[in-house]
């Protein structure tokens, strides 16, 4: 069965303390992997796509890797900003659909 | 700015009354889709649609039903058949094509059933 599962299901960094986020798949046949960041009450908002084994996407303090079975989401030097609900989506064989992961919440304490 | 606007935020009904979620997207973008979101789980797919007139039900339909009558327009209908209809839901569109496509999200609405 396709599954996604995200951990830790929370964490809780001071400002400036550098830390990763792990979302782990196992699926046939990757087409995608989705990080997105979502605030309380808001939608997801769109962070990185990884399409293959190897590749790193980055976008100010957060670092986006892939291998074969996981992704890792690095935040380097968090500000209490970046404190949301980061979730990890993956999509793959023929199905366009998404199999989700449950989040992991950062905590940035200042 | 484009986007996708989720109307309202927030959502009241007693038991036993249908209720319909507002989706609208200004992106141009052929599929839009429904979730649901609860506590401690990840985002489940209510339905979705690639093609005006046309939608397919995703993992949790029963007690839902969509429309597609217009490409910027997606409404769900939170039926009285649902049994556990209080959740956050919420409204996606994307692009489609070969390569995977992000989501692009409205803000949601918040529907409480007491």
């Known amino acids: 069965e396709d599954q996604v599962t995200q951990s830790p299901e929370a964490l809780r960094l001071q400002e400036g303390e550098s830390s990763s986020l792990n979302c782990s798949y196992t699926?046939?046949?990757?087409?995608?992997l989705f990080w997105y960041r979502q605030d309380p009450g808001k939608g997801p908002e769109f962070l990185f796509t990884l399409y293959s084994a190897g590749e790193e996407k980055e976008k100010e303090r957060l670092k986006a890797t892939l291998t074969k079975k996981e992704s890792f989401l690095h935040i380097t030097a968090p500000k209490p900003e970046d404190s949301a609900t980061y979730l990890c989506a993956v999509q793959a064989g023929s199905n366009y659909q998404l199999i989700w992961g449950a989040g992991t919440k950062l905590i940035i304490k200042p | 700015d484009g986007g996708i606007t989720q109307s309202p935020k927030y959502l009241f009904r007693k038991e036993g009354q249908n209720v319909t979620l507002s989706c609208e997207q200004n992106l141009n973008h052929d599929a839009m889709y429904w979730y649901r979101q609860d506590p401690g789980q990840g985002l489940r797919l209510i339905y979705y649609s690639q093609i005006v007139n046309d939608f397919q039900k995703g993992d949790i339909a029963e007690g839902y039903s969509v429309s597609r009558e217009k490409k910027e327009s997606f409404p769900l209908t939170v039926t009285s058949a649902q049994k556990n209809p209080t959740a956050f839901y919420l409204c996606?569109?994307?692009?489609?094509?070969?390569?995977?496509?992000?989501?692009?999200f409205g803000n949601g609405t918040r529907l409480t059933v007491t």
């Open positions: 699926v046939s046949g990757l087409r995608g």
């Open positions: 996606a569109s994307s692009m489609l094509g070969g390569l995977a496509s992000p989501l692009h």
